[in-house]
């Protein structure tokens, strides 16, 4: 029996790991629609407004409140701010751009994470792990060639993101084991509230595109809540996926999240990447796999401490 459930554990999070990458690009889809009548700010802020609104009911039941030390409220607020900040330039980037474009630039961030790791935690990197990403930075810019030519310079925010969802990512690192991810989720949606409201409140009346508020009307409400139930659903996938099965395996499946993306932009926008852009979004997708492939076999000769509950 014991053998069983262990087996099934890493089964349990792959599950859960695919499940966040269906869900993950509805968010995308929503704020897009949105975006054609909202200012980004404003999206933005729903974002985190709906997430706490779905969060607290969840919280009360399982009274995991989470205990803030000031350490942890420090981290908190950096979390916060970085997915903020992550949120908004992503919005900002599919606003215009098609979906794959936009996502397959974010897929940058493991590169991003990997010299950021190195540099300010001391985590190891090799030669090949350098020269992988270096490769996925060039499949990056065959992405942006022809995206900049139509788009200009909001081709790159969502290289903003991958920078921001990185630095998310090393917050999220140094506080995992002193909060329970479910109140970290609450947490950090009301201090993105508490960082996004006051924004877009002194922006009211600026004429500033991206920020000043306008009144949803009809079905934009429908959209606005979309991002923030999306986001929360998914990220709850892959908090509980990282509870069944470790990063390294996970890892390689969050790819699909391209595939799901493509599509979505396709029966949704009309949107289909060119082959300039085809060929980008695979070599950031090869450079990818090796390097987690190389992670992963790094892992194994130095193995750590199984924490897994």
């Known amino acids: 029996m014991t053998t069983a459930t262990t087996q099934d554990r890493p089964l349990a999070g792959a599950g859960l790991m695919l499940s966040f990458c269906l869900l993950a ?26 997430q706490v609104g779905l969060m607290l009911p969840v919280v009360v039941v399982m009274r995991q409140w989470g205990r803030l030390t000031p350490r942890l409220a420090g981290l908190l607020a950096l979390r916060a701010l970085f997915l903020v900040l992550s949120t908004y330039c992503f919005i900002a980037g599919i606003a215009v751009m098609p979906l794959a474009d936009a996502l397959a630039l974010v897929f940058v961030e493991p590169f991003i994470l990997l010299f950021l790791g190195h540099y300010l935690f001391g985590d190891a990197v ?40 990185a630095f998310y990512m090393l917050a999220t690192r140094a506080m995992a084991s002193g909060m329970h991810p479910v109140p970290m989720q609450l947490h950090t949606a009301l201090a993105g509230t508490l960082i996004c409201a ?26 606005l809540f979309g991002v923030g139930f999306w986001a929360t659903a998914s990220h709850m996938c892959m908090t509980y996926a990282l509870k069944f099965a470790n990063a390294a395996t996970l890892a390689p499946l ?41 992670e992963r076999a790094q892992a194994q000769r130095h193995p750590l401490p199984d924490t897994q509950p």
């Open 25 to 50: 690009p509805m968010i995308d889809v929503c704020s897009k629609l949105a975006a054609d009548t909202l200012p980004v700010g404003q999206i933005t802020l729903a974002r985190f407004v709906v």
């Open 198 to 223: 006051p924004v877009i409140w002194l922006a009211d009346g600026s004429g500033l595109a991206e920020l000043d508020p306008v009144m949803p009307q009809g079905i934009d409400w429908l959209w």
């Open 254 to 294: 969050h790819y699909s999240e391209l595939v799901v993306a493509v599509t979505l932009g396709y029966l949704v926008f009309g949107d289909f990447p060119n082959a300039m852009t085809w060929a980008g979004i695979a070599i950031i997708a090869a450079s990818g796999l090796y390097v987690i492939w190389r």
């Open 126 to 165: 090799g030669p090949r792990r350098i020269i992988a990403s270096i490769i996925g930075f060039a499949g990056a810019l065959l992405v942006i060639q022809p995206a900049f030519a139509t788009f200009g310079y909001i081709t790159l925010f969502p290289l903003g993101t991958a920078f921001m969802f």
